[in-house]
Structures are given as C-alpha cells and as structure tokens.
C-alpha cells in the first residue's frame, strides 16, 4: 500500500509538472513569503500542542468527512487552540487536493503542514510555494540518502521536515539525521493496526530538544493524556476532529499538562 500510494503521488507530481515546470514552481517557491518557525508554535513549556489535521478520507477507514471549505475548518481549528494545521494533499485516498492547502493558508497564521507521500525535490518546492511550513517525511517509504537529500532540502527552503518514525530503527534514523521534528505513528502502514503503546515504547529514544509527535489513534482526552505522560510535546489528531466536536475536542486537548 504504501509504495503504491508513494508511486500515485509522485506520478501526480510529475503530472503536475507538465503545466507548471520545476524552474516555474522554484521561482515561485522563491517568492512566497518565509515560512513560520515550527518550533515556536509547537513547544510548549508545560501544555502539549495540537497539530490539527484535514483530513477527508483514508486507506483504512475509508470517507471521513466531506470539508467542502477546508478553509473554514481551519479557521476553527486556529480559534480553538491548535498548534498548527495539517493538511493532506494526496488526492487518490486521502481525496486532498493543493486547493485545499492553498484555502488554508489564506486564512491560518500558524505554520502548516503539507501531508503527502513526498519524494521528489519538486513536490517539496511546490510545498513551499503553496505557503507550507512544514513538509512531511516517512521514513519508512524513502531510502535513507533520499530522506537526508529532503530533509536538507525542506531546511534550506527555510522550512521544517517531520520525520515520521514506526519502529525503532527508523526513530534512530530520524535522530542521527538530526530530525528538529520527529513523529511516532501508532497505525502499522502494512496491517493499518494501531499501537497505542508504540509512543511510550519509542520515545526515551528521541533527544531533548526535539519536538516529539505522537501520531495516529487520538480518540479522546485519555489518548492525549497517555502521549504527554510518555513525553509527547504535540499530538497529531485527524479523525477525532473531522468527525467530531472540532473546537471543543482541539481545546480540551490543547489544556493537557506535559510529563
């Protein structure tokens, strides 16, 4: 699954790129305003951060949410409490479009993130010229010269790279590539089984002063009471939200006490 959802993206990309070339999308890239520090928005010295995801459908549950104005969503998201936003741009399972990312931004002043299955140089300047902040990288779809290649990559653009980590050598990698951001993904990308305790099993591993992310199967308060008791410093929470009370479940999160 996930190197069939590796090989649409990319495809799309390169799609994508007949209408807008790479030297277009570069100078583009080159004059969106700066990307806004991750960092700043995301620790927090005593209360845990929520990235707050868009997020219309997955492989594993299938639709979601409809989102007809992302947009607003957003905006709701931001009122609440969150951290920043995520926003998924893969349109063939997660049915995310750049639209989306660029409704978005018009409207948040927190950084954004672009969620998609990137690997190529190009989808990450098309990030940064849609006004990302954030690019995400999953470890366990790129070799490891091409996460390094990215990540330094997304840094020099002036953004920041997630690393999303599922075991433990990949939190490792993460750590010896010197991830700012590092994400710990309970949902199994092979069986999409979740694994609550993956967090608590991983991440003694990460360093301080990385950011640490606790990935997948938020489902309520305890969740997000369990993930800061283990040291998370954020949670990235989609389903919850997109099905539920939005800004009552991103502001009762955002209140949690870290460990």
């Not at 950011?211 to 997948?216: L, N, T, V």
Request: net charge negative; with cysteine; glycine share 8%.
């Amino acid at each position: 699954m996930l190197q069939d959802l590796y090989a649409g993206a990319v495809s799309d990309a390169e799609s994508r790129e007949q209408g807008l070339s790479l030297s277009e999308v570069e100078k583009l890239a080159a004059a969106t305003p700066a990307a806004i520090s991750a960092r700043e928005f995301l620790l927090h010295d005593s209360k845990i951060r929520v990235i707050a995801e868009i997020k219309r459908a997955s492989p594993s549950k299938g639709k979601l949410a409809d989102i007809p104005y992302p947009g607003e969503l957003a905006k709701i998201y931001q009122g609440a409490g969150a951290g920043a936003i995520s926003v998924l741009t893969e349109g063939r399972k997660f049915l995310g479009t750049l639209d989306d990312f660029d409704e978005v931004r018009k409207g948040a002043s927190i950084p954004l993130l672009r969620k998609d299955f990137i690997a190529t140089n190009y989808q990450v300047l098309e990030a940064r010229a849609h006004g990302a902040d954030i690019v995400l990288l999953i470890a366990a779809g790129l070799d490891k010269e091409t996460l390094s290649n990215l990540k330094v990559f997304i840094e020099d653009l002036g953004m920041s790279a997630l690393i999303e980590t599922h075991n433990k050598a990949e939190v490792l990698l993460a750590c010896e590539l010197g991830a700012e951001l590092i994400g710990v993904n309970a949902r199994d990308l092979e069986t999409f089984e979740t694994n609550r305790s993956l967090f608590a099993e991983l991440s003694s591993l990460i360093p301080s002063g990385t950011i640490k992310i606790a990935e997948s199967a938020v489902r309520d308060l305890s969740d997000v009471i369990e993930y800061a008791s283990y040291g998370a410093d954020c949670v990235l929470v989609g389903e919850a939200l997109v099905t539920g009370d939005a800004a009552s479940l991103v502001s009762t999160f955002s209140d949690v006490a870290k460990a």
